[in-house]
């Protein structure tokens, strides 16, 4: 039996690799039966989660039935297309770059953003850059706020508290990117005859960070029920190269480097993890503190930003409401 070992001395997380890559595979293999379809559509960020996808695919299907997918845009990373064809190239799988920049200028994006930054920022302008950002929540019991940090042209920075109004107009605008990248993975899967994959893991596919019919649609999430600790173990099992093993997690959303635990997440990947994974286990607060390094009042503040999460996006998960059910359907 392959095993990760965990950064806790109880090794909770540990799986059996050989085995969870054979049984992805059968469910992978066994859902494109019954879709009767022939492959499957990655989208490749050059990130942990869409590497580890891509592979089990390949391991799954074969390399000449995966396709992949580079979608860079103009806030992009200026290494981001650099990763994600390495993945490719060490896979073997086919692949095209759709630069989704003109897809987002022509839905005026961009422009969109910039005039909800600008309801805080007034001299918020083109040649400017800027992310939002939460407080730490392990940090104060404070109410949790997002602000946009924007960086000037001359490299200064400055922070700027986000009213609800220009909050949710920044997250609308640069909800057409992931959006824009489903409806450029859907024309391909349909050319091909293909599924497309979704590449959330436990905690962003629990805590709802992802976009609903954007990155949230999907045929196949392979690894919605592996916490990020065994993609990672996954990612060396299957050979994903080192570069991108060792890359920080990053939403690559925003025009200023952006980590998905500033923008979201109450802590970093791996002290997640171990907190979720306590919580769903039932797990003493006192050893999930001792694993963490945290105390248990600051685990008690993470417990509670996961219900809130799991309430406010609990809709994300929703198949589209009917008035009754379609019973010849099913």
Aim: glycine residues 6%.
């Amino acid at each position: 039996m392959t095993t990760v070992q965990s950064d806790t001395q109880t090794d909770v997380l540990a799986i059996d690799l050989e085995a969870e890559v054979a049984r992805i595979s059968a469910s992978l293999r066994g859902y494109l039966t019954r879709a009767r379809r022939k492959g499957a559509v990655v989208a490749l960020s050059g990130g942990i989660d869409s590497s580890v996808v891509a592979a089990l695919c390949v391991a799954a299907l074969g390399k000449e039935r995966v396709f992949g997918l580079h979608m860079p845009e103009r806030d992009s990373s200026e290494d981001t297309l650099a990763f994600s064809t390495l993945v490719s190239d060490s896979l073997g799988i086919d692949s095209v770059v759709e630069d989704i920049t003109p897809v987002l200028e022509a839905v005026r994006c961009y422009e969109r953003r910039d005039d909800a930054i600008r309801m805080v920022c007034p001299d918020y302008g083109p040649d400017h850059k800027s992310k939002i950002v939460l407080p730490s929540v392990v940090e104060s019991e404070s109410l949790r706020l997002y602000s946009v940090v924007v960086q000037a042209p001359d490299g200064t920075t400055t922070r700027h508290r986000l009213t609800t109004e220009s909050y949710l107009g920044i997250v609308a605008a640069t909800n057409f990117k992931q959006r824009a990248r489903r409806m450029t993975e859907y024309y391909h899967a349909d050319r091909l005859n293909y599924v497309v994959t979704g590449t959330p893991n436990r905690l962003e596919y629990d805590q709802g960070f992802f976009v609903k019919l954007g990155d949230g649609a999907a045929d196949v999430k392979p690894i919605a029920h592996l916490y990020k600790t065994q993609v990672y173990a996954l990612a060396d099992f299957l050979g994903v190269p080192e570069e991108v093993r060792t890359r920080p997690s990053t939403t690559d959303t925003y025009s200023l480097p952006q980590s998905q635990e500033e923008f979201y997440f109450s802590l970093p990947w791996n002290l997640m993890d171990l907190c979720l994974h306590g919580k769903n286990t039932g797990t003493p607060i006192e050893q999930v503190a001792e694993a963490t390094g945290l105390t248990t009042a600051q685990v008690e503040r993470v417990y509670g930003d996961i219900d809130q999460k799991r309430k406010t996006t609990a809709y994300l998960h929703l198949p589209p409401q009917l008035v009754e059910p379609v019973e010849e359907i099913g």
